[in-house]
Each structure stands twice: as structure tokens, then as C-alpha cells.
């Protein structure tokens, strides 16, 4: 597994422990499903989720 496969890994798992609480707070699976999405959007959108390496990105 590469480094950037593992860091992927980290935030998705983070993402979802974050959601996970707040799910379990609130006592919603929607808002678990809501919270869950959005933290992986922000994740891709800041560049913490690469989905493709550095020299795939100019194509």
C-alpha cells in the first residue's frame, strides 16, 4: 500500500469517526449519512483525498 493509499485511508476513517459521534449524539442515521458525506467532500475538495497522483493530474 503507498503513502498516498494510506493518508486516503486516514482521512476516510477520520471522516467517519467524526460522523460516527455526531450520528451518535444526535441519535440519526441520516445525519450520520449527511455528516459522513460532507466530511469526505471537504476532504476531496481541500486536497487532503487525493483521487489521482500528481502526475495524472495535468491530463
Known sequence: MSARQKLNNAHVHGALIVAALIGAV????????LSALVGL???????????RSRRNRDR
Open 26 to 33: 444526535t441519535g440519526s442515521w441520516a445525519v450520520f449519512l
Open 41 to 51: 467532500a471537504m476532504a476531496i475538495h481541500s486536497g487532503g483525498i487525493r483521487l
